[in-house]
């Protein structure tokens, strides 16, 4: 479990902060300014941002699922792959704007941690 802990971890750290700055380098120069102004960005840099702040909602659950199953041992380890596979799916359907596939995906990840919810009553 502590493996996918991790790999939950490094999406984040690249949804929340690498994607985006890799996204949004024609706009470098607004980061080193004093951003007194708002900077135009991408529609693919808009959704980006919105996923992002959507993987922020659940990170807390997912991560305080894992680390109860690891403290309980209970192997939910499939569970959290599933829940970690939906969320980069959920990543690249939202930034390619398939709405559709993104929803599936985004209900998938909350029948994902139900499921482990579950399992640790």
């Given at each position: 479990m502590s493996d996918i802990i991790l790999y939950v971890l490094a999406l984040t750290l690249f949804q929340i902060w690498l994607l985006p700055m890799a996204v949004n380098l024609k706009n470098s120069a607004y980061l080193l300014s004093n951003r007194d102004e708002e900077v135009e960005t991408s529609v693919t840099f808009q959704r980006i941002k919105r996923a992002a702040a959507n993987l922020q909602e659940t990170l807390p659950i997912f991560l305080t699922l894992a680390l109860l199953s690891m403290?309980?041992?209970?192997?939910?380890t499939q569970a959290a792959t599933a829940w970690l596979a939906l969320r980069v799916i959920h990543l690249a359907c939202y930034s390619f704007g398939f709405a559709m596939l993104r929803s599936?995906?985004?209900?998938?990840?909350?029948?994902?941690?139900?499921?482990?919810?579950l399992q640790l009553v």
């Open positions: 403290i309980m041992g209970v192997d939910m599936l995906s985004w209900v998938g990840s909350v029948i994902a941690l139900i499921y482990m919810a």
